[in-house]
């Protein structure tokens, strides 16, 4: 069973930086990818990052492109979204989830991910 937990989300000012984490366990193929998705109040859930495990490509929303990193751990079980100059738009829930065999061409679509994680709040405000 594939379990999600992520953590690192808080309180920073615009500008600041933060690294969320991804626990992942459960994954038996090698076709996963991990994403990074968010949902501020109010508006859809919007695709952040994704990292395909088994080639190590990446892949960003046009809004954290030059800004937001998906990295693996050494363990390759925990997968990290390292967030800079972070702005007030970028408050949301993040919350991670897990695909196999993901269509490129929709890959950061929330339809192609099977397993969530509760989330984690970042709020970004002066």
């Known amino acids: 069973q594939v379990h999600l937990v992520e953590s690192g989300g808080g309180l920073v000012q615009p500008g600041d930086s933060l690294r969320l984490s991804c626990a992942a366990s459960g994954l038996t193929s090698k076709y996963y990818g991990i994403a990074w998705f968010r949902q501020a109040p109010g508006r859809e859930r919007e695709g952040v990052s994704c990292?395909?495990?088994?080639?190590?490509?990446?892949y960003y929303g046009d809004s954290v492109k030059g800004r937001f990193t998906i990295s693996r751990g050494d363990g390759k079980k925990t997968v990290y979204l390292q967030m800079i100059s972070l702005k007030p738009e970028d408050t949301a829930i993040y919350f991670c989830?897990?695909?196999?065999?993901?269509?490129?061409?929709?890959?950061?679509?929330?339809?192609?991910?099977?397993?969530w994680g509760q989330g984690t709040q970042v709020t970004v405000s002066s």
């Open positions: 990292l395909r495990l088994y080639d190590g490509d990446t």
């Open positions: 989830a897990s695909g196999d065999t993901l269509t490129t061409s929709a890959i950061l679509l929330p339809r192609q991910y099977e397993h």
